[in-house]
């Protein structure tokens, strides 16, 4: 079975930085897009950023230059790096993966969420 595991985000003051990953499991033939959404209260999930295999990279307008998003191929890993953190990235956080399953059929995979509270 394929999972995404990501462990605990956390909190943190306002201007802070926390780094978030995110680690595909099971067995598979491989990892395409890779990618952070979040989901704050009473609002929609959105997309946050994210990464092709090949390394190149889209980010939301609301996080350009605070954030980075990297991964990891040989550990099937995915990193969000968020930095000069403020209240409104408070949210839940989820990674997102199309994973090549051994059918060789792609399918979107999705992690637990994990909770960022930036507050003073």
């Known amino acids: 079975q394929v999972q995404l595991v990501e462990p605990g985000g956390g909190f943190v003051q306002p201007v802070g930085s926390l780094r978030l990953s995110c680690a595909a499991s099971?067995?598979?033939?491989?990892?395409?897009?890779m990618a952070w959404y979040r989901q704050a209260p009473g609002k929609e999930r959105e997309l946050v950023a994210d990464?092709?295999?090949?390394?190149?990279?889209n980010y939301a307008d609301s996080v350009k230059g605070r954030f980075t998003i990297s991964r990891d191929n040989a550990k099937n890993t995915v990193y969000l790096q968020m930095n000069s953190l403020e209240p409104e990235d408070t949210a839940v956080y989820y990674c997102?993966?199309?994973?090549?399953?051994?059918?060789?059929?792609?399918?979107?995979?999705w992690g637990q969420g994990t909770q960022v509270t930036v507050s003073s």
């Open positions: 997102n993966a199309n994973i090549v399953h051994l059918d060789l059929h792609a399918y979107n995979n």
């Open positions: 099971g067995t598979f033939f491989s990892i395409n897009v």
């Open positions: 990464i092709t295999r090949s390394r190149s990279t």
